[in-house]
């Protein structure tokens, strides 16, 4: 089955400060990976996918088949990054699974 | 529409009632997903629609929770007897589905409040 694992309710980072948020997912085959994110009062929505190999607002993430992981990075956090971040597991023509979520809070 | 509409945006119910949550996704999207969005619990799998096939209903948490999506378009979230453990937001979710590129577009969601 499934299963995308984010092991961090919340991640609090000063401004300025590397930030990685963290997600492994289980799956035998091969996964598309995604990263959503929920600003406040805001809907959720797409940051970025593994496919398009994009960077979005500074954030990367890599995928790493042989520690099935799929962390979110960016080197400098912005306040304006707080929000909550999930992580999604994709098989083709298969619902989206999504991971428990990490608040992260950028403090100035 | 412009994106995924819910409606209601609120909806607080006395325990034991039915209620019924509405979606109408963007035009032309095979793929409607519902999810649960609550404290501590992440984003929980609730149904998925594709297309014509079969809905995948694995997520539904009991057998007081059902949905259908009429002509491929507006879907109808039903909670039967609800609990106070129901309330929780209530997110729709329609992708077009290509070539498993699964992009979502959420709607606002369904705020539920079960007293």
């Known amino acids: 089955a499934q299963r995308v694992t984010q092991p961090e309710k919340l991640l609090s980072v000063f401004k300025g400060a590397p930030v990685e948020l963290k997600c492994n997912y289980s799956?035998?085959?091969?996964?598309?990976l995604f990263w959503y994110v929920q600003y406040s009062r805001q809907r959720l929505q797409l940051l970025l996918r593994?496919?398009s190999r994009e960077s979005i607002k500074g954030f990367t993430a890599d995928l790493n088949k042989g520690e099935t992981s799929f962390h979110l990075k960016k080197p400098f956090a912005q306040e304006e990054d707080s929000a909550m971040y999930y992580c999604?597991?994709?098989?083709?023509?298969?619902?989206?699974?999504f991971g428990a979520g990490t608040i992260l809070r950028v403090k100035s | 529409g412009a994106g995924v509409s819910q409606s209601p945006s609120n909806k607080v119910t006395e325990k034991g009632k039915d209620v019924e949550l509405r979606c109408d996704p963007i035009?032309?999207?095979?793929?409607l997903y519902w999810y649960r969005q609550s404290l501590g619990q992440g984003l929980e799998f609730l149904i998925y629609?594709?297309?014509?096939?079969?809905?995948?209903k694995s997520g539904l948490p009991s057998d007081r929770f059902s949905a259908e999506r009429t002509g491929g378009s507006v879907s109808t979230l039903t909670i039967q007897r609800t609990q106070q453990e129901d309330s929780a937001v209530y997110l729709c979710?329609?992708?077009?589905?290509?070539?498993?590129?699964?992009?979502?577009?959420f709607g606002s969601g369904t705020q539920l409040s079960v007293l």
């Open positions: 979710a329609s992708s077009s589905v290509l070539g498993g590129d699964e992009k979502l577009f």
């Open positions: 799956y035998s085959g091969s996964p598309e």
């Open positions: 593994h496919i």
């Open positions: 999604a597991l994709s098989t083709y023509g298969n619902k989206l699974v």
């Open positions: 035009s032309g999207h095979t793929a």
């Open positions: 629609f594709q297309g014509n096939s079969a809905p995948d």
